[in-house]
C-alpha cells in the first residue's frame, strides 16, 4: 500500500511560529509522527464543527490542536493550522478549502466573511457607459479565470476604481488580486494578466481531486507537498522565509525553464531576483546536472553576499549544496589560480595610489590632470584589456569627455608605461589583472573545470572583463549561464553589454514586475531617485522602473527630516530608535549612512550613550543571534532587508560623496551610482523608511522637504 500523501499550508507555517518555544517541541514531535502516517492509531482525531465538512482538528496536548484538511476520497492529509485549542476551532469554523472550477487551483475561503462581503455589495444600478467600473464590463467567465470565487464576482465587478480592489485583498486569493490589480491598474487584458502573474488555469477533471490540485503552480503558493522527514523539518526550522518553500508561479517558471543558452533575468529591488537565482542553482543540481561529478557555481560580486546567499542556499537545499559552489568571483579566481601553482600579489588602494603618485611625479600630468588619467585607464585601458600601446592607440573611448588625438594618446600611455613599472617593481598586480590572467590561462587549457552552469547574481556590478570570465568558466550549452541582475542598483561598476563580452541573451530574457518586500510608497520614493537617470538593460537596451514594476503592499510615506545642526538630528534618531525599539525586536530595525566615518564619529556613539544596544555590520555575515539595532553602510545593506529602515546623514557633504563625483574626474557614471546607492539603500526597507539630514540636505533629497 502506498504511503498517504502529506502537504502543509503557508498558514500553517504561520500559525507555528506564532506558538511558544516551550510548546513547539511537542508539535514538531506530532508533525514528524503525522508526516510517518497520517492513519495511525496516535494521531487522535477529532470532530469538528465546521463549514467544511472534510476538516478535522488533531490532539497535539491537552491545550494545542492541529487542523488537518482530508477529503473522504484520496489519501491526501494537509495540515492547514496549528493553535490553542479554542483558536484552533475558531480558525477554522468558517474555512472552506475548494478546488476552483475554473483554474484548478486549491484556494482557501473564509464562507462568513466572503458571505458578508457579498451582502454588503449594493445592486448595479443603470448609468453610462463612461461610469462603469473596471471590471463592471468584463464577462464573468472572463474574471472566473483569474481565479475569483463565484461567490465574490458581484463585489468584484462593483468595484468603482481600481484603488478600491484593495479593500477586497483580505478575501481574495493572490492569484486573483494579482490579475485583477494588473487588469484594473494598467488595462490589462485577462489574458496578459494571466501571463503577467504567470498564472496557467486548467480547469481540474475531478474538483475532489486534491492531489492533482496541489500541483497546480498557484496551489503552490500556498501549499507544499511534503516528500520526505528531512524537507519537513527544514521547513520548521525556518518556517517564517517562506521564500524557501512557496514560489510565485511567473519566479517557478523562471526556475524550471530549460534553456537554449545563457538567461538574463530583470527585475527591480525586491522583486525575488536572488531567490530565483538560488532556486534556480537548487533545481540544476537536483533535476537537471545530477551527476556526482557535476558542479554549479553560484557567483557574485562581493563576499558578503555569497556569505548570505550560502546561508541560504544551507536551508534551502541542504543535500544538493555539496555540488553547489558559492563564492564571489575575485576569490574565486586567487584561489584556482593558487590551485595551478600561480600566486599573485593584489595591490591594496594605497600601493595602488602610490603608484599613481610616483607615475605623476615622473611623466607629470599635464595637461589633462591625475584624475583623468586614472579614469582613462580603468574606462578604457581595462575595460578593453589593453596592454600594448599600439592597442590604446586605436581603442574606442566612448563616453570619455575629453578628446585625444593620436599624438595625445602615446603622451598618456607614456604614464600608463610608468605606472605598470611601477606595479611590476612591487610584484602586484590589480584585481581586473587576476581576473583577466584566469580567463586567458582557462583559455589556453580548453575545459578543465567541473562547472556545468553559472549562477550569476547582482550582474549589473561585474566588469566587462569578470563577464568575459563567466563565459570561460562552463562550455557553452543549454542552462549553461543564468544571470540576474537590476542596472538601478549597480553602486561599483559602468554599464555593460552582455553581447561584448561573449554572452548572447537574445530570446531569453525575461523580467520580474511585482515588488514583494517594500510598500508603494517607499518603492515610489526610491524611484523618484533615479526618475532622470537613462538606464541600461545589461546588453545595450534601456529599462524603465516605470514599465510595470508595482509593490502590491501599502503602507505610510517615507518621513523625510531636515535638521538645523546634527546635534538635532541625533537628539531625532535616538527618540526614533528608543520608540521603535520598544514597538518591534531590535533586529529589525536598521541605521544606514553614506561612510564609516559618519557611524563611527557621529552616530554610534551618541547611540551607545543613550544606552541603545547596536550591533554594526562590516565585512564578517550578519550574526542574526547578536541583539541589538543594526547599523551599516550603504554598501553594506545590500543584499539585505529591515522591517525598519532609518538613513542618516543625507547632507551635501556625504551624498553624494563629491570627491567621487567631482567634475574632473570626467566620470559621468558617477553621480549616477550615487544615485544608485540611495536607491538600493532605501529599498531595503520593507515597513518604514525614514530619511534624516542636517545643514545643506543632500540634492537627491525631494525638495518639498521641511526643515525640523
Known sequence: MLKPKVAISSDFLTAFAGI??????????????????????????EPIAAKDERVRSARIDLEYRAIILHPKKGDVYVLVWVDHHDEAMAWAKNKQFEVNPATGALQVIDAVAMAQVVSETPPAPAKALTDYGPFETFADDNLLRTGVPRPLLPAVKALPTADALEALKP??????????????????????????????????????????????????RRFATVKSATELAEMLNAPLEKWRIFLHPSQAQLVRRDYSGPARVLGGAGTGKTVVA????????????????????????????????????????????????????????????????????????????????????????????????????????QVHGISRKADYLTAPRIGRGVRLTRKDRVQVWELFDEYQRNLRAMGKVEWLDVIRQTRQYLAQRGNILPYRAVIVDETQDLHPEELKLVRQLVPANSNDIFLV???????????????????????????????????????????????????????????????????????????????????????????????????????T???????HRQLTEDYLPALEQAGIPVYYLQQEADE??????????????????????????????????????????????????????????????RDTLTITSYGRPSEFLPVEQGNV
Not at 560580486?301 to 553547489?324: D, G, M, S, V, W
Not at 530595525?589 to 561612510?595: D, E, K, N, S
Not at 563629491?658 to 536607491?679: A, K, M
Open 20 to 45: 511558544p518555544k516551550s510548546k513547539q517541541k511537542k508539535v514538531r514531535e506530532f508533525i514528524t509522527r503525522f508526516e510517518i502516517d497520517p492513519t495511525a492509531a496516535s494521531i487522535n482525531y
Open 171 to 220: 478575501y481574495l486569493p493572490e492569484e486573483a488580486y494579482e490579475a485583477l490589480f494588473w487588469i484594473g491598474h494598467f488595462g490589462y487584458s485577462v489574458q496578459q494578466a494571466l501571463d503577467e502573474v504567470g498564472s496557467k488555469p486548467r480547469p481540474p477533471a475531478d474538483p475532489d481531486d486534491l492531489a492533482n490540485s496541489l500541483e497546480h503552480p498557484d496551489s503552490q
Open 278 to 381: 538560488m532556486h534556480r542553482a537548487c533545481y540544476l543540481a537536483q533535476e537537471r546536472f545530477t551527476a556526482s561529478t557535476d558542479r554549479i557555481l553560484f557567483t557574485t560580486f562581493t563576499r558578503n553576499l555569497a556569505q548570505n546567499i550560502e546561508a541560504n542556499l544551507k536551508n534551502l537545499c541542504p543535500q544538493a549544496l555539496k555540488r553547489i559552489e558559492v563564492v564571489n568571483l575575485h576569490r574565486w579566481a586567487v584561489n584556482f589560480l593558487h590551485s595551478q601553482g600561480i600566486d599573485l600579489e593584489i595591490a591594496s588602494n594605497e600601493e595602488i595610489d602610490a603608484c599613481w603618485r610616483d607615475a605623476f611625479s615622473a611623466i607629470g600630468a599635464e595637461p589633462w590632470g591625475e584624475a583623468f588619467f586614472r579614469q582613462e585607464w580603468t574606462q578604457v585601458v
Open 485 to 587: 541582475g537590476d542596472a538601478h542598483q549597480r553602486i561599483y561598476g559602468r554599464p555593460v553589454i552582455l553581447s561584448q563580452c561573449g554572452i548572447n541573451v537574445v530570446g531569453r530574457s525575461r523580467k520580474l514586475k511585482i515588488n514583494y518586500r517594500t510598500t508603494e510608497e517607499i518603492k515610489n520614493w526610491a524611484v523618484a531617485v533615479l526618475s532622470q537617470q537613462a538606464i541600461d538593460d545589461l546588453d545595450g537596451g534601456t529599462d524603465s522602473h516605470t514599465d510595470g514594476y508595482r509593490s502590491l503592499l501599502t503602507g505610510t510615506p517615507p518621513a523625510v527630516k531636515n535638521f538645523a545642526m546634527l546635534a538635532d538630528e541625533i537628539t531625532f534618531l535616538v527618540e526614533t530608535l528608543q520608540r521603535l525599539s520598544h514597538q518591534v525586536s531590535a533586529e
Open 589 to 595: 530595525i536598521c541605521l544606514v549612512a553614506r561612510t
Open 624 to 685: 542574526t543571534g547578536v541583539s541589538g539595532v543594526r547599523v551599516a553602510t550603504m554598501h553594506r545593506v545590500k543584499g539585505l532587508e529591515f522591517n525598519h529602515i532609518i538613513l542618516a546623514g543625507a547632507t551635501a557633504n556625504y551624498l553624494p560623496l563629491h570627491h567621487l563625483v567631482h567634475p574632473d574626474l570626467d566620470d559621468p557614471d558617477g553621480l549616477v551610482r550615487e544615485r544608485c546607492l540611495l536607491h538600493v539603500a532605501a529599498t531595503r526597507a
